[in-house]
């Protein structure tokens, strides 16, 4: 299961954060088989009947045969935002934003800091591929929440940029504000 986010009401300071947009959208973890790719949801559904057009874009996005990542299914509504209410029953185009990367050729990676495991995801990702884009990473909170409250965005997630990963645990590693 994937790692959880608590909640906070505001954003914190200092050295060791990132900050991402927290997307409005469908909670997805991509096993990359042998090129394959299965999307498992945040209860372990299989969600590749739902969202198979994801699951062939991850798979050629992915430039290994065997990876994990941690992502959000959404879909970009008209006005350039994720909206759960568009990926129900919108027909805007579909993204997977991936955030986080476990394992690459079979070696874990989840004991690793966040960002040495987001510099991995960076260059394991084919940028051509844009229906799954990387979850970028901003270092001023303050400005990117500012910017998701006057775009009418969900809001934002910090994270420690030396956290491990801690699967099916909701930490204080990764808030959402």
């Not at 088989?33 to 999307?39: F, I, P, Q, S």
Request: aromatic share 8%; glycine share 8%; with cysteine.
């Amino acid at each position: 299961p994937p790692m959880l986010a608590a909640l906070a009401a505001r954003v914190p300071h200092g050295e060791g954060w990132s900050y991402e947009v927290k997307f409005d959208g469908f909670r997805a973890v991509a096993y990359v088989r042998r090129g394959d790719c299965v999307l498992r949801s945040r209860n372990d559904k299989v969600l590749n009947d739902r969202f198979p057009e994801v699951a062939k874009a991850i798979a050629a996005a992915v430039k290994s045969p065997n990876a994990v990542v941690d992502g959000e299914i959404t879909r970009i509504d008209p006005t350039g935002r994720t909206s759960f209410s568009e990926l129900q029953q919108g027909s805007g185009p579909l993204v997977y934003y991936a955030f986080d990367l476990l394992e690459l050729d079979g070696e874990p990676l989840v004991d690793l800091p966040l960002d040495e495991r987001k510099a991995r995801l960076r260059t394991l990702l084919d940028a051509r591929q844009k229906s799954v884009q990387l979850s970028e990473s901003f270092d001023d909170g303050e400005a990117l929440f500012a910017v998701a409250q006057e775009r009418g965005l969900e809001g934002i997630v910090a994270k420690r940029t030396d956290s491990p990963y801690k699967a099916g645990k909701r930490t204080r590693d990764w808030l959402k504000i």
